[in-house]
Nanobody, 124 residues
Framework: QVQLAESGGGLVQAGGSLRLSCAAS????????MAWFRQAPGKEREFVAA????????YYADSVQGRFTISRDNAEKAVSLQMKGLKSQDTAVYYC?????????????????WGQGTQVTVSS
């Protein structure tokens, strides 16, 4: 059983930066793809970014491409999401998620393990 715990959310002005972290426990971290999803009020949870088990391939939603960077440290069992150029549309609860390595990293239904989420609020 894998447990995930996010941290780093908060309130930031538009154009600012924020770094989210996710610590994993249980399981063999290097066997898992890692991802970030987000859910804004009244909207469905959506894919933000993912990184494969080896840290060699990253994936981004079009809306965050060029502004967000996902990275992982397998030795520390952690994944991070560096967010720059934040916009009010980025306001949401951000969730860390993981699944055994494989394909379809953008599909929410592929992820059995989730963190509790961390709130990111961008003021305009």
């Amino acid at each position: 059983q894998v447990q995930l715990a996010e941290s780093g959310g908060g309130l930031v002005q538009a154009g600012g930066s924020l770094r989210l972290s996710c610590a994993a426990s249980g399981g063999t971290f290097s066997l898992y793809d890692m991802a970030w999803f987000r859910q804004a009020p009244g909207k469905e949870r959506e894919f933000v970014a993912a990184i494969n088990w080896a840290g060699t391939t990253t994936y981004y939603a079009d809306s965050v491409q060029g502004r967000f960077t996902i990275s992982r440290d397998n030795a520390e069992k952690a994944v991070s999401l560096q967010m720059k150029g934040l916009k009010s549309q980025d306001t949401a609860v951000y969730y860390c998620a993981t699944k055994l390595r494989g394909s379809n990293v953008r599909e929410i239904r592929r992820y059995p393990y989730w963190g509790q989420g961390t709130q990111v609020t961008v003021s305009s």
